[in-house]
Structures are given as C-alpha cells and as structure tokens.
C-alpha cells in the first residue's frame, strides 16, 4: 500500500513563510514527477509546482518567485517552501506523486493523492 503523507500546514501571518513536506512510503519502485496542488472551497483544484525526478521544476505564474519546490529521492520527500505568502494563498494543499510500485507480483505505475494539508494565510 502506497501512502503519501503531508505537514507543515498551519497559520501565517500574510509575508510570512510555511515549509510543506510530503514523504511517500510503501513499496515504491521509482518516483516520476511529484508536485503540490492546492484547492480552495467552490474551486477546481490547481497546481501549484511540479518537479520531475531529475529536478527539472515547473510553477503556476502567481507563484513564481515566492515558492520553491525540492525533493529529496533518497527520502522519497518533496517539499514546498512558501515564502511571502498572501491571504489569496489561503487553501487545502495536495502532494501529487507519479510513481510505480510493486505489489508483490508485478509492478504499477499510478497516480497518488496526499489527503492534504491546511494553509491559512491572516490579513
């Protein structure tokens, strides 16, 4: 059983920064990209940033420049570091992971949720 569990959320005051981490454990064979999604009430939920296992990152525009992604393969572990953070930042943030892993007979590659982590930004 493949499981990804996040930390780190909590509540900031608006400039300030929050580091969200995310380990995936289980019987994990590679880890292709990881990213952090977030999602807000009534809303789609929208990718925050994306690295790939060669460390080749990708972010949404409104978050250039304030965040930065990093994993660490060794741990299995991504991590967000939030800095600057705004009110509109406010949101459940998701750990994404592409992995394969191997269920004791055959290998599978899928896609894997964290359940998620809160981030509240104060005016």
């Known amino acids: 059983q493949v499981q990804l569990v996040e930390s780190g959320g909590g509540l900031v005051q608006a400039g300030g920064s929050l580091r969200l981490s995310c380990a995936a454990s289980?019987?994990?064979?590679?880890?292709?990209?990881m990213g952090w999604y977030r999602q807000t009430p009534g809303k789609q939920r929208e990718l925050v940033a994306s690295i790939t296992s060669g460390g080749s990152t990708n972010y949404a525009d409104s978050m250039k420049g304030r965040f930065a992604i990093s994993r660490d393969n060794a741990k299995n572990t991504v991590y967000l570091q939030m800095n600057s953070l705004k009110p509109e930042d406010t949101a459940v943030y998701y750990c994404?992971?592409?992995?394969?892993?191997?269920?004791?007979?055959?290998?599978?590659?899928?896609?894997?949720w964290g359940q998620g982590t809160q981030v509240t930004v104060s005016a």
């Open positions: 289980g019987s994990i064979s590679r880890i292709n990209d």
């Open positions: 994404n992971a592409d992995l394969t892993y191997y269920s004791g007979i055959r290998y599978y590659r899928d896609n894997y």
